[in-house]
């Protein structure tokens, strides 16, 4: 069965423009959570959608959106992009439901955002 | 949610046995504890989770103790493909409840 997985692979953009990431669960996932992964650093949580609905946020500017599509498939958005945002971006599925195993996640390979 | 506490690095050879041991001393009673794995460039991936006594797979144990403010993640017999990032989370399984993760164990293991 596939796993996660993230495109594009790696991304070069320019300060200011906008950028969109894309993920797909693992089959029979509803849940997709977003997150930001800078060197040296643990991933840093953004959002998490489930059943299409935002359920979870973390500490990031409105710059950053997402939303999830009817088949659980997600994309972020971050808009005027910043040199700080430059960072490994990690999409991770999960069951939530009736048995909530939320903090079982499965993670994709990510994609590698560079702002110059 | 919980904080957690674990070494920064730790250095095994080979077939030796590895106790990385997580500090969560504010654990609330719906907490799980779960560990993840993370290798350069690529995403975490899950290795096991618990909520007392001990858990067991075919990767890891984890051991938990009756007053849950600490876990050990025991990796048996070691080789160089387990040098990586070990992460400690501990929160609720509820969706929407946001992974927490530290800057997480450096295992290295040598030959």
């Known amino acids: 069965d596939a796993g996660v997985t993230q495109s594009p692979t790696h991304l070069i953009k320019t300060r200011g423009q906008h950028v969109t990431l894309r993920c797909s669960p693992i089959?029979?996932?509803?849940?997709v959570s977003w997150y930001q992964q800078v060197l040296g650093q643990g991933p840093q949580f953004i959002f998490q959608?489930?059943?299409?609905?935002?359920?979870g946020r973390g500490n990031f500017p409105d710059r950053f959106s997402a939303r999830q599509f009817p088949n659980y498939s997600s994309e972020l958005n971050v808009n005027a992009l910043l040199l700080g945002d430059s960072a490994l971006y990690l999409c991770?599925?999960?069951?939530?439901?009736?048995?909530?195993?939320?903090?079982?996640?499965?993670f994709g390979p990510g994609t590698r955002l560079t702002v110059t | 949610l919980a904080k957690t506490t674990q070494p920064i690095s730790m250095d095994s050879y080979e077939g030796q046995e590895v106790n990385i041991t997580c500090s969560h001393n504010?654990?609330?009673?719906?907490?799980?504890i779960t560990w993840y794995q993370q290798f350069p460039s690529q995403g975490p991936r899950f290795i096991i989770q618990g909520y007392k006594t001990k858990v067991t797979n075919e990767v890891a144990s984890l051991f938990i103790p009756a007053d849950r403010k600490s876990s050990t993640l025991s990796l048996p017999r070691v080789s160089l493909s387990d040098t990586a990032v070990y992460y400690c989370?501990?929160?609720?399984?509820?969706?929407?409840?946001?992974?927490?993760f530290g800057k997480g164990t450096t295992l290295s293991v040598s030959s």
């Open positions: 991770a599925s999960s069951l939530v439901g009736a048995t909530s195993t939320n903090y079982e996640q499965y």
């Open positions: 989370l501990v929160g609720d399984n509820q969706a929407g409840t946001a992974l927490i």
């Open positions: 089959s029979g996932h509803k849940s």
């Open positions: 504010n654990i609330a009673t719906n907490d799980y």
């Open positions: 959608y489930y059943e299409k609905e935002e359920r």
